[in-house]
């Protein structure tokens, strides 16, 4: 008797709006180059988002005519108070110059983040991330990839930098800032790829090498990457993401042996750095801080940043200056100079620290219900961990938050912190019904 193919069913809308996502906000760069970047995106995720409303009350009122039950999740009820929290620190901000709630400058004001919840909820309790939607991922991250090694030949794709310019004129040399793919700012495309290439290689876990072959060539080119843009704070991440996914994914019987050689490794390489002074900026600033020595300077102005933060988050300890307000707060401007000249000037909009962000902005309880939903979502991944999907999901989430320590906040990237806080959430509460008798 011949087999009958089983007939592959219809994706469902969430799983059409998530692979729309997917490719669209990663592969789309704008029409008016890297100078309006930011402003493209921006209104590319409102249309995105108010597409997902409509998804999302579909499958609200499917539920509610089957009386399904509609109670959040803890998960979801901590991403609701962080909504709460910030919508707070909005309506108590008193930062002149800037609103809070819409400002054509700052991007990530209250309404954005407030679509950021709306992705989590909805994507946390009707996504599924499924093969489908993984290799759409791929193939638009091998979009990018494909783009920045042009760029990287001296190419000018698509025309995103001026007209005669390409990458090398970057870094101040004959315009401001550094850019690269489809994000822009190479900051956010280091933090990027440190999210897409764990999860690329723990997706090949247990697969034949003929399988695996196109997610090690396209996470060999996104290491390559990394390390031809210059950025620290992705390779950093990556790193520390990486220790602690070993940690986390490792067998039981193993953890604390490696716990053990990790930690007795950091020490090594910490007394290494405290002893011998290595001509190496990052490498020479640690020895510096590791003899109690602080400068402005080190971390590119980031401890600037964060010492003037840190100074003035009493002031506004509960609610902040509100969200994105921090270009507004009067932070005074970081200035680099170079024999006794001004080299640089910039004015302060974020932290480069995410957390640090969260609390300046919108305050110590808006920080502490991240914070909750960041780590009980991490903690089911850590449950669930011989899932491959939670695997990976968990480990891109981990590696992209340690890079998110040193890297600036943008609604070009933050989308998929939050995507992937969905998947992980949706999958994990999944298996848990799976094994229920």
């Not at 993984?134 to 930098?161: H, K, T």
């Not at 994000?183 to 290689?201: E, Q, R, T």
């Not at 200056?321 to 302060?348: K, Q, T």
Request: glycine share 10%; charged share 15%.
């Amino acid at each position: 008797m011949a087999k009958t193919k089983k007939r592959r069913s219809l994706p469902e809308p969430m799983e059409l709006w998530t692979g729309l996502f997917a490719a669209l906000y990663l592969l789309l760069p704008g029409f008016s180059g890297y100078s309006g970047i930011s402003s493209f995106k921006t209104g590319l995720f409102y249309g995105l988002s108010a597409l997902l409303l409509a998804v999302g009350l579909w499958y609200f009122l499917r539920d509610w005519r089957a009386k399904r039950s509609l109670r959040p999740s803890p998960a979801q009820l901590l991403a609701l108070a962080f909504w709460g929290f910030t919508l707070l620190s909005a309506a108590l901000s008193r930062v002149k110059g800037g609103n809070p709630w819409y400002d054509p400058t700052a991007h990530e004001a209250a309404l954005t983040v407030s679509l950021y919840v709306l992705l989590f909820l909805m994507v946390s309790r009707w996504g599924k991330p499924t093969e489908g939607l993984f290799r759409v991922m791929l193939w638009s991250l091998a979009g990018l990839c494909l783009l920045c090694v042009w760029q990287a030949l001296g190419g000018n794709p698509l025309g995103l930098y001026p007209s005669g310019l390409n990458f090398y004129d970057g870094y101040g040399v004959r315009y401001k800032g550094a850019y690269a793919g489809t994000i822009g700012n190479v900051d956010l495309v280091s933090a990027f790829l440190a999210l897409a290439l764990p999860m690329l290689l723990l997706r090949t876990l247990g697969q034949k090498p003929r399988q695996a072959w196109p997610c090690w060539v396209l996470g060999a080119v996104c290491l390559g990457i990394l390390i031809w843009l210059r950025v620290l704070c992705g390779l950093v991440g990556l790193a520390m993401g990486a220790a602690l996914c070993l940690l986390a994914l490792c067998p039981d019987r193993l953890r604390l042996r490696l716990f053990l050689l990790l930690l007795g490794l950091g020490l090594g390489v910490l007394g290494l750095l405290f002893l011998v002074d290595l001509p190496v900026g990052m490498l020479h600033e640690l020895h510096e801080i590791l003899h109690g020595r602080f400068e402005d300077s080190f971390g590119t102005g980031r401890f600037y940043i964060w010492r003037q933060m840190l100074e003035r988050i009493p002031d506004g300890l509960w609610f902040g200056v509100g969200p994105d307000m921090a270009r507004y707060s009067g932070l005074a401007p970081f200035v680099r100079y170079e024999n006794g000249a001004v080299a640089a000037r910039a004015s302060i909009t974020d932290a480069h620290c995410y957390p640090l962000h969260i609390l300046y902005c919108q305050g110590l309880p808006a920080l502490l219900s991240w914070l909750g939903l960041v780590g009980l979502v991490l903690s089911h991944w850590v449950r669930a961990r011989r899932d491959k999907t939670v695997a990976l999901l968990g480990g891109g989430l981990i590696c992209f938050l340690c890079a998110m320590l040193f890297c600036f906040s943008s609604v070009i990237i933050m989308p998929y912190l939050w995507l992937s806080l969905a998947l992980l959430e949706v999958r994990y509460h999944h298996l848990k019904k799976e094994k229920r008798p």
